[in-house]
């Protein structure tokens, strides 16, 4: 009898250690499922949410507009879309200026056409002269005159009245007469002479036709090549002898 009742107290020792080891296991096991399930949970909802909000608008492209190389624009940076109106405002209308009229006027040497100006060497006739204006010249220039073989001492003659604005004597023009005409709009230029007219002087009142110089080969006029280099130049707003547009004088003289 004491051996059975000693057998009995040891299972029911080991029911309570049985019965308190699966109720530590079940609350293991709880445990762990539940945190399972609220990591699955937060999977699932960052998921959803980023659905529901999805991430900004991306960030705005830069554009380079004209400036280019070969673009004519004033090489703005700005950005794209570029707003067109305040919120709730009507685009501004952008109304281009109107265009200028266009400005007709006469050619430089039209004003000329109509004196009747005279050939500068005496006894050379428009059918002798030649077109030079545009003839390349030392280092490239251009010639801007016309060039009127004649003679040795052949007379040379002031194309039209006017007054002896400047004497002058250079290297490359030689012994040299500048001339306004009457309105002092314009000016004549006569280069290479041999030598002036006896008593011509700066400031002197000239009639067309009179003798002021003699062709000649001074400055860098070809030696064995006598001729008149003979010019003409509207002159600037501030009357320079040596100062203004250059225009072809075989157009002025034919």
């Known amino acids: 009898m004491k051996e059975r009742g000693a057998s009995t107290g040891v299972t029911r020792k080991m029911i309570r250690v049985f019965s308190a080891g699966a109720g530590v296991g079940f609350l293991a096991g709880a445990f762990v499922a539940c945190a399972v399930v609220w990591q699955y949970g937060n999977v699932v909802g960052s998921r ?15 554009r380079f507009t004209g400036g280019g190389i070969d673009d004519a624009g004033d090489g703005v940076l700005e950005t794209e879309p570029r707003p067109t109106a305040t919120m709730g405002e009507p685009a501004p209308v952008v109304t281009p200026p109107p265009a200028a009229e266009p400005v007709v006027g006469a050619p430089p040497a039209a004003e000329l056409d109509d004196r009747d100006l005279v ?7 428009p059918d002798q002269l030649t077109r030079t204006f545009s003839d390349r010249r030392g280092g490239g220039r251009s010639h801007e005159a016309i060039d009127i073989i004649a003679p040795m001492n052949t007379p040379v003659l002031a194309v039209e009245g006017g007054t002896v604005a400047r004497l002058f004597y250079s290297k490359a023009g030689g012994v040299t007469v500048y001339q306004f005409d009457p309105s002092e709009r314009f000016c004549y230029y006569y280069a290479h002479l041999d030598h002036y007219a006896e008593g011509l002087r700066e400031g002197q009142p000239l009639r067309k036709g009179q003798v002021i110089g003699y062709v000649g080969v001074s400055g860098n006029a070809p030696k064995n090549t006598p001729h008149l280099h003979f010019a003409v130049f509207r002159l600037t707003d501030a009357k320079r002898w040596w100062e203004g547009t250059p225009l072809d004088p075989y157009d002025i003289l034919k």
Not at 48 to 62: I, M, S
Not at 119 to 125: E, F, L, R, S, T
Request: cysteine-free.
């Open 48 to 62: 959803a949410a980023n659905r529901a909000y999805p991430p900004a608008t991306p960030p705005v492209v830069e």
């Open 119 to 125: 050939i500068p060497v005496q006894g050379i006739k």
